[in-house]
């Protein structure tokens, strides 16, 4: 192989042009195929896929297959601009069942088209209600929301800036997470900590000013970060006094993963528009939904304003026909309900099989969002996260890696097999150390 022609997102790019094969296949994982829920390399060296939270399903499912075969056959292209097709609405219905203050659901391609739908709603949704001031986002330290200019805005994890100056009247305030000493668990409060915090920035920028509060039910690419149930109550609290509109980015958390249908209704959150997407193709097709509460839909369709924004394919018909067999799938096989009881063995298992390790912090996660953080200070501490790392790979696992987090998103019908290979493969990378 002579050249390396692909720009990878999120990746930092080996400097040469003339990579051999075997060094790209060390420096990114290259899937070949995939074999329930695993992904082989050309070499058909087989890895247990935990690395992201889209792939909640196995690979190659029958039932969906079938229903793609179906869908691109019966018709394969179909655009929601001034048209339309049936598969979209009966997504929407069964999306709207999920969440029953909710009234309509709008498409896109991915979470950050999701999540760019719900900002420019709200503006929107504030210039017709006649308070044009309010255009304001405020969001968390540590929260991800998307790559386009406008989610990344509001996203806050030190990157942003390569790209200059982004949307203007974002503020990012500190989560739970940042009143959290070394030793401590955190508890109610640092949720009263974060609350406050929350409030007086609310109170500096001026809350006629402030439209929005975007906020992650568990953070994910910070690390699985799961914050006291009393936080969310405090934030819905304070966002009601101010009118301030409050935005759940469910994009990683929605469709089971945290053990409920979306994590936000278990929450005091009570949230205005949900997002939602990764797990609800399960990775089979690109795909988002940006669900509105009955205020919001009353402005956008109810009003006759329309929302003048959108992409040529979002909502295709196979992307939403996948979707429909997903939420199938999930209610025939109770996978959310699986999901809270598999996370809890596997956390479980891994607390008790690393309590005496030094270098863990906390195993800590909520159904298969499950994180396991390490001691990271120094060098020396570096050195060795660097080598679980290596370790882990070498086990036979992908799983993701923020700077001192392994973060672990297990398909939702993982079987019991796979999850003691994967308890077995973490505690060995991690004790093989020692
Ligand atoms: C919480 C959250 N919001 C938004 C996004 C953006 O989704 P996408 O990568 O599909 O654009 C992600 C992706 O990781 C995410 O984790």
Redesign the pocket.
Known sequence: MSRYYVVHPFTTMPKKSNLTEEEVNNRFFMANKGERHWVLNKDDQAFLNLSN?AYSLDQSNEIILKAIFEQYNKLSASIMVNQGHWIANKLAEKLLNLAPKFSSVFYSN????A?ESALKATRQYFIEKDMPNKQKFISLNGG????SIG?LSITNLGFEGVFGDLLQGCISVPSPEDFREKEDKLDDRHAKQAAYELEQAILKAGPETVAAFVI?PVQ??NGIRVFPNLYFQLVRQITRRYNILVIA?E??TGIGRTGEWLTSSSLKLDPDII?I??GLTAGYFPL?ATLFSSQITDHLIENGSGFPHGTTLSGHPVGCSIAIKVLEIFEKENLPFRAKEAGEYIMNELREGLNKENIIREVRGKGLMIGIELNIESEEEIERFNTIKSNIKKSGILATFSHNVISLYPPLNISKSDMDYMIDALKSSILLID
Not at 110 to 113: A, V
Not at 144 to 147: D, F, Q
């Open positions: 939270a991915d979470g950050t088209g999540m991800y929301h998307g790559s989610a992650e994910s690419v980015d994009i990683t997002t997407s990764k988002g």
